[in-house]
């Protein structure tokens, strides 16, 4: 079974640029979460997905941070723009259900760097 | 709000047990979990416990929870240096209405020597 895929890797971006990241969930996933890690702290969730729905955003810089999922599978992470405190992994996960008892697996992360 | 609390560093040699504490703040039923992060990589699930058990074994690995204190350990037995990596505790309350939001500790760096 393919894991979560996530690209690019690596970016590096100067501030107020823009930049865009993908992630494609296990196949049949219906729940898709975008996490942020800033280095020496733990992934904080930005944005849950339960198909194409939103379930919560609370934490998201919506001043700057979008993400949508328009066919309930995969997904796309966009900062316009870009600031210095951006830098971080961004890391999806997917789920078979919202529940506790449904593993979250995570993709590889994407890691941000803003100059 | 929840809070997760880990210490930073441990140091073991190989062969020997390895302990990583952690402590949480939430008072509702909640599930609680060990991640794992190597160098480059996504988090691993090794293992959850919900909050209405003591103690979950899954060959070398025991959770023990103690809920008065509201602390969650993790064991690892014969500690290898392919156990070197980054620990995650989180938990994750069980609410109405759906969300069902992770949050995560800063992590416990582990360091396996020879």
């Known amino acids: 079974e393919a894991g979560v895929a996530q690209s690019p890797r690596y970016k590096i971006i100067e501030k107020r640029q823009s930049v865009a990241f993908w992630c494609n969930p296990i196949s049949g996933h219906a729940t898709l979460y975008w996490y942020q890690q800033i280095l020496g702290q733990g992934p904080k969730l930005l944005i849950q997905f339960q198909n194409n729905g939103v379930v919560d955003d609370s934490q998201l810089p919506k001043d700057r941070f979008s993400a949508e999922r328009l066919k309930g599978v995969d997904s796309t992470l966009k900062i316009q723009p870009a600031k210095l405190e951006d830098s971080a992994v961004y890391l999806c996960?997917?789920?078979?259900?919202?529940?506790?008892?449904?593993?979250?697996?995570f993709g590889p992360g994407t890691r941000l760097t803003v100059l | 709000g929840e809070d997760v609390e880990q210490s930073l560093f441990l140091s073991v040699r190989e062969g020997d047990s390895s302990v990583i504490n952690c402590t949480y703040t939430d008072s509702s039923s909640t599930y609680l979990y060990w991640y794992k992060q190597e160098p480059g990589a996504g988090l691993q699930l090794l293992t959850y416990i919900f909050s209405n058990m003591d103690m979950k074994q899954d060959q070398r690995l025991t959770v023990l929870l103690n809920k008065k204190d509201k602390h969650l350990s993790l064991r690892i037995a014969d500690t290898q240096t392919g156990d070197s990596a980054i620990y995650f505790c989180?938990?994750?309350?069980?609410?109405?209405?759906?969300?069902?939001?992770?949050?995560f500790g800063t992590g416990t760096q582990l360091k396996v020597e020879l």
């Open positions: 996960a997917s789920s078979a259900t919202p529940s506790g008892r449904d593993t979250q697996y």
């Open positions: 989180a938990e994750r309350p069980i609410l109405t209405g759906g969300g069902n939001k992770l949050t």
